[in-house]
């Protein structure tokens, strides 16, 4: 059966600092990946998403970045935070485009001070 | 461009009770639509999905509808229980294109 991961849970860092969530699926292969932001009383918002490796589709300008260097692992960056960058991160994946539930991890909460 | 839209954004009801949740969309273009239920601090996790060829799905206590000439789904909850309290999301996958997500509705069953 198929399970994601993300690590870690949860993160406090300092304005400035930099940023790295990571995202692994297991039991799938070649599946289309997915970054969102959950913010505090609001609806998804979806950042990034990859249908292959190296492949990477930004959806909203911002300090962040994402980057897929091997098929199943999906990782999101950031140079120098911003409190606005404050959220809960979701990854989610799905086989294909069309007609596919897509199945999420289970979250990392970043809180930046 | 798609937006999502569910009411009402918050529901408290005592157990036992059945339920209906909303959402609504602007373009009835759509793939298929999906519900989605959000423990607080967790991940989403998939409900109900309905393809655009389909009117309806059923899972357990749980029946969601497609209408999409009027841009619109339900989701009803027959006999809700303490353990069905979340946050309900509804999402939209336009033709080719990735899902838009609705605001969610925050449900409690009290007991």
């Known amino acids: 059966s198929q399970t994601i991961h993300q690590w870690p849970a949860t993160l406090v860092q300092p304005v400035g600092s930099p940023l790295s969530l990571e995202c692994t699926v297991e039991?799938?292969?070649?599946?289309?990946l997915y970054w969102y932001r959950q913010a505090a009383g609001r609806g998804l918002q979806l950042l990034f998403y990859?249908?292959?490796?190296?492949?990477i589709s930004s959806e909203v300008p911002q300090n962040l970045s994402a980057s897929r260097p091997q098929d199943r692992q999906f990782i999101l960056s950031s140079k120098k935070l911003l409190l606005s960058d404050s959220g809960f991160y979701l990854c989610?994946?799905?086989?294909?485009?069309?007609?596919?539930?897509?199945?999420f991890g289970p979250g990392t909460r970043l809180l930046v001070l | 461009k798609q937006e999502v839209t569910q009411i009402p954004a918050a529901l408290s009801v005592p157990e036992g009770e059945n339920l209906v949740l909303n959402c609504s969309f602007t373009?009835?273009?759509?793939?298929?639509l999906q519900w989605f239920r959000q423990d607080p601090g967790k991940g989403l996790t998939s409900l109900l999905l309905?393809?655009?060829?389909?009117r309806e799905q059923t899972s357990g206590r749980l029946n969601a509808s497609l209408d999409k000439s009027s841009g619109r789904s339900t989701l009803y909850i027959a006999a809700s229980q303490p353990g069905d309290s979340a946050t309900y999301l509804c999402?939209?996958?336009?033709?080719?294109?990735?899902?838009?997500f609705g605001p969610g509705t925050r449900l409690s069953v009290l007991p």
């Open positions: 990859s249908v292959g490796i190296g492949q």
């Open positions: 989610a994946w799905r086989t294909g485009m069309n007609q596919e539930t897509q199945y």
């Open positions: 309905i393809q655009s060829s389909q």
């Open positions: 999402a939209v996958q336009p033709g080719g294109q990735n899902f838009v």
């Open positions: 039991g799938t292969s070649n599946p289309n």
């Open positions: 373009d009835s273009a759509i793939y298929n």
